[in-house]
């Protein structure tokens, strides 16, 4: 399975965009979790599974939720970890 590390930025706080991606990601069956980044105005995922519904997650990730204003996700594949067995949201 591959793994899917995303830096997502802009308007993302405070709008209810971490709910959005684990809702998401237990959706498509995937592993990992999302959390707000200490900057503000960034969250990161974390995510693995198929490598169809990675892509189908990232881009939901170029979009969120209402409310939610998108200016730039990176996003990286490293070798996966097998760590997970839900789909969370860390604090």
């Given amino acids: 399975m591959p793994r899917l590390v995303a830096t997502v930025y802009g308007r993302v706080q405070g709008v209810a965009f971490r ?19 200490a900057d503000g105005y960034s969250v990161e995922v974390c995510a693995e599974g198929r490598r169809e519904d990675l892509d189908a997650l990232l881009g939901h990730l170029h979009v969120g939720p209402p409310g939610a204003r998108v200016v730039r996700v990176d996003a990286a594949w490293p070798s996966e970890t097998g760590e997970f067995t839900g789909f969370t949201i860390r604090t």
């Fill in 19 to 37: 709910f959005f991606v684990q809702t998401q990601g237990r959706r498509l069956g995937l592993g990992g979790y999302v959390r707000n980044r």
